[in-house]
């Protein structure tokens, strides 16, 4: 039998059709690209993770950068708990959203906002789960810091700033700023004149009657209700002038007007972050391992009977940081996050203060925001991780998997960022200082580096000084890798997962150690063939701006460096940023030990010495470390012909918040150190 002419035609176009489908299956995938500072605008941001009641949905904040407008915004997400299903709830377009919580019966989705306009105020808005638009539930005329829902879901506590009359009368040329506070300036919020204080407030979800709560010449902050919503502790400083220390203590206070709060706690230190048990007996709240005033502290979990008494701390031997505290169910045992070497993790805490800690998530991580529900047969647990490959996503912990610590990833808002991108590999070093001290660091390697290729290195300095390069994402090193450079995160002395003794060892002995530990890092990957000698540069922003202005004062190895946010001349910081407790308590007052100040300023006054050239950043508002400090050694560099520049970002902090200028940032720390240090 003969194949029909048509037939034998379209079996040859198929034949033909097929095989060009099977080259074009066969191509190579388009070729990756190393990350570049334009994909800020793409890099999102989750966080604020709030499981239902039931256990099936989880909400979050998702931030993400409007570059027309050049700007952050954030909206407000949900995401299945099996992962199946994800929901964006809110799109405002001007206004941003944040802080979801489920309503006690998870019929509501409540968040905060100020939709209406810049002169709006936020309130508490709800979202009915089974449709509808949401709708402004609170209509106070204050700022509103914070809120928790009761047990019930009949009431709200609210956290709201006292009302001004200066914020109705609107007049057109501002008063005078007057002030005799002690610490009269705060990064942000600008000079401490104003004497409104925030308190509590009891909000009658039904009839919408505000009630005031706690009352006086104080600051009263994070609320938590007790199970059966009798009570409320909070967090407060109530000494006769705040100013001085930093003695917060937990306060506990009956749930209805007129009551009086009782302290609980007495230490002179911090305690803070309180959290009821599952049967209100006990608190489990954070404190500060010293009773004075310290930069170099660090959290120690502790459980305290609700009804008074002696408090036991938890984790005084584990000697690592400890936060965000979370019962079991059972409330025999607490979860904690751990600050150890590079890592932030998940413990497990026995009410037995011998009983040594079980790390429940042990790997090269970042565990941020966590968060727990307890559910009839299981404890949920969610908690946004980042390691160096990815950046933040929430991750879920099932009881039955959480004994061997496996998490199951949730969002992945991040994918399509990540899919066109040639990211820098993250490795591990340990490098020795001169004094035999032994310190540990990151290295970035570019995409494209090959085995035993010597790079020109970027030594990229984390700010802090309490803090630590961890095993998170890090876009700034990654993109300074993109440029072909190695880059190195060192966690000098003064950093804070290496146990107390560590952060402390620089205690009032600033740009001694931790130089002798950063040009140690440095030394060593020279000796590995791993950074080329004669192409070194340095940068960091806040203390590693501080750092890098130490570095090239000692040494003019560098071949550039980017200060950002930095200072020379710690004399001169005296009464002009925030930092006036840890000076006092520190150094002491200029004027009774001169010296010392004169002996941490040398990168100042041994100006002569620097050949290295050096950019300049900062924000023009920041109160932290004002513009000063970078003006200064711009100044006296520039009144040397030393290659300098000064980059001053208009209305900005100390952290940039405005997209376009993190992404100039990057651009110019790429463009300073390929002129310099790979020419």
Not at 201 to 222: A, E, Q
Not at 419 to 445: I, M, N
Not at 483 to 507: D, M, P, Q, T
Not at 546 to 554: F, H
């Amino acid at each position: 039998m003969r194949t029909p002419l048509a037939v034998l035609f379209l079996l040859a176009a198929a034949i033909f059709y097929l095989g060009i489908g099977q080259v074009l299956t066969a191509q190579p995938q388009a070729t990756k690209r190393p990350i570049q500072p334009s994909d800020l605008y793409r890099l999102q941001s989750v966080g604020d993770p709030q499981i239902s009641p039931d256990g099936k949905w989880l909400a979050y904040t998702l931030s993400s950068v409007d570059s027309a407008q050049d700007k952050r915004g954030s909206d407000i997400w949900m995401i299945s708990w099996d992962g199946t299903e994800t929901l964006q709830i809110t799109h405002t377009k001007d206004e941003s959203e944040r802080s979801p919580r489920w309503s006690p019966d998870g019929k509501y989705l409540s968040f905060v906002a100020s939709r209406g306009g810049a002169d709006k105020k936020s309130q508490v808005w709800l979202l009915d789960r089974r449709g509808g638009e949401a709708f402004a539930l609170t209509n106070v005329k204050s700022d509103l810091n914070d809120y928790a829902w009761s047990p019930d879901g009949k009431k709200l506590v609210l956290v709201l700033k006292d009302v001004n009359p200066l914020d109705s009368a609107k007049p057109k040329t501002a008063p005078p700023i007057v002030t005799e506070r002690y610490h009269f300036k705060q990064d942000v919020e600008g000079y401490l004149w104003r004497t409104e204080k925030t308190h509590l407030y009891l909000f009658d979800v039904g009839t919408k009657k505000l009630d005031t709560l706690t009352r006086g010449t104080f600051d009263d902050r994070s609320p938590q209700w007790s199970p059966d919503g009798s009570q409320i502790a909070f967090v407060s400083n109530r000494t006769p002038d705040p100013d001085y220390n930093n003695n917060t203590d937990i306060w506990i206070i009956e749930a209805k007007a007129g009551a009086k709060e009782r302290q609980l706690t007495t230490w002179q230190g911090s305690d803070d972050n309180p959290r009821w048990s599952p049967d209100g007996t006990k608190i489990a709240y954070t404190r500060s391992t010293s009773p004075d005033y310290i930069m170099y502290d660090q959290p120690v979990l502790t459980v305290i009977a609700a009804k008074g008494g002696e408090p036991t701390p938890l984790s005084l031997a584990l000697d690592r940081p400890v936060s965000r505290p979370l019962w079991a169910a059972d409330g025999q045992t607490l979860y904690a996050t751990v600050t150890d070497d590079r890592r932030r993790s998940l413990a497990q805490f026995s009410l037995n203060a011998g009983k040594a800690p079980v790390k429940i998530i042990e790997e090269n991580s970042s565990v941020g925001d966590i968060v727990s529900v307890s559910l009839p047969k299981q404890q949920l647990f969610a908690a946004v991780v980042s390691n160096p490959q990815l950046p933040g996503e929430i991750y879920a912990l099932e009881q039955n998997a959480r004994e061997q610590g496996k998490l199951r990833r949730l969002t992945k808002h991040h994918d399509a960022f990540l899919a066109p991108l040639a990211l820098a590999s993250v490795e591990g070093f340990t490098s020795k200082s001169k004094d035999g001290a032994e310190v540990s660091g990151l290295l970035f390697r570019p995409s494209n580096a090959t085995k035993g290729q010597k790079l020109p290195l970027i030594l990229f300095i984390h700010g802090g000084p309490v803090g630590q390069d961890e095993w998170g994402f890090d876009v700034t090193r990654q993109i300074l890798a993109s440029g072909g450079y190695a880059v190195a995160a060192v966690n000098y002395r003064g950093s804070n997962g290496r146990g107390l003794a560590f952060c402390k060892a620089i205690s009032g002995d600033w740009g001694n150690k931790e130089v002798l530990d950063l040009h140690g890092a440095v030394d060593y990957l020279v000796a590995e063939g791993i950074a080329d000698s004669a192409r070194l540069g340095v940068g960091g922003w806040s203390y590693g701006g501080i750092l890098t202005d130490y570095l090239i004062a000692t040494d003019i190895r560098f071949k550039a460096a980017a200060s950002g946010a930095g200072t020379a001349l710690h004399l001169a910081t005296y009464g002009t940023d925030q930092y006036i407790r840890q000076y006092e308590t520190e150094l002491g007052v200029p004027w009774k030990n001169l010296d010392k100040w004169l002996q941490l300023s040398y990168p100042f006054l041994k100006a002569d010495r620097i050949k290295t050239p050096t950019l300049f950043m900062a924000g023009e508002k920041d109160f932290n470390v004002p513009a000063a400090g970078s003006e200064q050694l711009y100044q006296a560099l520039r009144s040397q012909n030393i290659p300098t520049q000064l980059v001053i970002y208009p209305g900005q902090f100390h952290g940039l918040t405005v997209p376009s200028y993190n992404k100039d940032r990057l651009e110019r720390y790429l463009k300073w150190f390929d002129k310099y240090v790979k020419k």
